[in-house]
């Protein structure tokens, strides 16, 4: 439903699925000719509100992460999606990643990034990894709703 109604107003990608390890044409619908929108797969792990956030009195809040555990879990996931030929999208908010040592844990990584974009690391924006996706003519993923169960909606 959603992906339909995102094509329909001339949204080009979604990142809301989180279920792969790489972009695909993700199909509205299971007919040949359906629309289609880039589905750019993210990840919690690789959000930054699932590692800095916290909110007193909110249960859906966790501990606050040293940015150095998060540096190394993020740099880690890197290395491995660049090893496998994956899609790393991070996730990040000004107020949480951009406190002093959270900025500078970042730096690391991004000059980590530098370092593999010269083993062939493409370092990208959604909207341009989505154009790059396009272009490929991949085919349409199609996911069929599951199936009420009998009563379920009933009250």
């Avoid at 990142?15 to 589905?39: C, F, H, T």
């Avoid at 000004?94 to 593999?116: I, V, Y």
């Avoid at 990894?129 to 709703?145: C, M, R």
Wanted: hydrophobic share 40%; aromatic share 8%; with cysteine.
């Amino acid at each position: 439903m959603t992906p339909g109604l995102l094509a329909r107003h001339g949204f080009r990608y979604d990142s809301s699925l989180m279920d792969a390890d790489r972009p695909y044409q993700l199909a509205v619908g299971p007919e040949a000719d359906a629309a289609r929108i880039v589905e750019i797969p993210i990840h919690w792990g690789l959000d930054d509100w699932e590692q800095y956030a916290y909110i007193p009195d909110e249960e859906r809040t966790g501990h606050i992460e040293n940015p150095r555990k998060v540096r190394e879990m993020w740099g880690a996931e890197l290395r491995a999606s660049c090893a496998e030929h994956g899609c790393c999208v991070f996730t990040m908010h000004p107020f949480l990643s951009g406190r002093p040592s959270r900025a500078a844990a970042l730096a690391e990584l991004l000059d980590e990034m530098l370092t593999l974009r010269d083993a062939g690391l493409w370092i990208a924006d959604v909207r341009t990894i989505a154009a790059h996706i396009e272009k490929l003519e991949l085919p349409g993923v199609h996911h069929s709703p599951p199936e009420v169960p009998a009563g379920w909606l009933s009250r």
